[in-house]
């Protein structure tokens, strides 16, 4: 009896896509690699098929909800913006954004808080919130990209942006001193 790879199995990706390439019904993902004709994302670095319909919403200004965000704190949708640790809070308001934007980096991410070092007080993440407006719009691969804008412009959303901090104490005059604060 021959025993054959999981990889080489009728239904696996190989399989499908050397039957792909042996028909002519294939495509050339934008990292170089070859897709199965029936694969709508490439299954390396799951960019969109360039061949298919760009979504009927591609460049549609929107107000994300809870379907586009990845989870939301306190009333607070929140959302990681890359692989570089940085996030955006739906909120103009900085207390509402560190507290939510700390609970998803608990929760979600397994840090033991938003600056992932639990000696730092929190407030000190503070320095890297930045309170703004932005305009939210699709992508053809279904996703969005939020972009600054002035608050009176149509659509704006406010929002806090949370640009993770290189490791190292905190910029003055941003440090913590011992005395009480307003906030």
């Not at 670095?45 to 379907?67: H, K, L, S, Y």
């Not at 719009?137 to 290189?166: K, M, N, Q």
Request: charged share 20%; with cysteine.
């Amino acid at each position: 009896m021959t025993t054959t790879a999981n990889s080489d199995r009728p239904g696996s990706y190989w399989h499908e896509l050397a039957a792909a390439e042996k028909a002519g019904r294939f495509w050339t993902c934008r990292c170089g690699e070859h897709n199965p004709g029936t694969y709508d994302t490439c299954y390396f670095c799951q960019g969109p098929n360039p061949t298919e319909p760009v979504a009927a919403d591609t460049g549609r200004v929107f107000t994300p909800g809870p379907n586009d965000m990845e989870d939301c704190y306190d009333g607070v949708l929140v959302a990681s913006l890359g692989e570089d640790g940085d996030a955006i809070a739906l909120t103009g308001d900085k207390r509402q954004a560190l507290e939510a934007l700390d609970q998803y980096y608990r929760r979600v991410c397994g840090q033991p808080n938003l600056l992932d070092d639990a000696a730092a007080d929190l407030w000190d993440a503070y320095y890297w919130l930045d309170c703004g407006n932005a305009l939210f719009t699709r992508r053809s691969d279904g996703g969005w990209t939020a972009t600054a804008t002035a608050e009176d412009t149509p659509g704006a959303v406010p929002v806090t942006w949370f640009s993770h901090p290189s490791p190292g104490p905190v910029p003055a005059p941003y440090a913590q001193s011992s005395g009480p604060k307003i906030w």
